[in-house]
């Protein structure tokens, strides 16, 4: 049972309900400001990925794939400074943005002291096993009997 990621959803939702008790006319803006914050923020760590394995594959540590994105790594940067735009944009409604930083702030707070308190208890070794267990499981394409072939099909 991931009881990490329920607590979280749990908090997350009680959260919610304190924002709906506090400042119930502006809840459902600050919750949505704090989504948009959310989506900006999981987008602006995927493309600053990508910077760095563009950087990467042209000092030749990576090798790129077929499929590219036109015009990196400037797209990638312009994406980057509009999302932070947008997020820093709301600093500028005193009645509703403000707070919602405020808020996101406190919410990064509670996610980085709840870290702090469960990293010691984290293996990350354990991740390594289960791929390896998975991979030795899966058959290959070498030692597969092939689909097509009638003594496979019973």
Known sequence: ???????ITASLGL???LINYVYP????EIVMNLAGIGIAGT????LVSHILFVRKARRGEL???????RGAPVTNVV???FLLTVIVSMWFDPSVGRRTIYMFLVVVALLVIGWFAVRNRINGALLDTILDEDDAASPSSD???SSSDPASRK
């Open 143 to 145: 030692t597969s009997p």
């Open 15 to 17: 959260i919610g309900v």
């Open 43 to 46: 987008w602006i760590s995927i």
């Open 1 to 7: 049972m991931p009881a990490g990621g329920i607590t």
């Open 79 to 81: 994406a980057v400074v």
């Open 25 to 28: 006319s502006d809840a459902f």
């Open 63 to 69: 090798e790129r794939p077929d499929f590219q994105l």
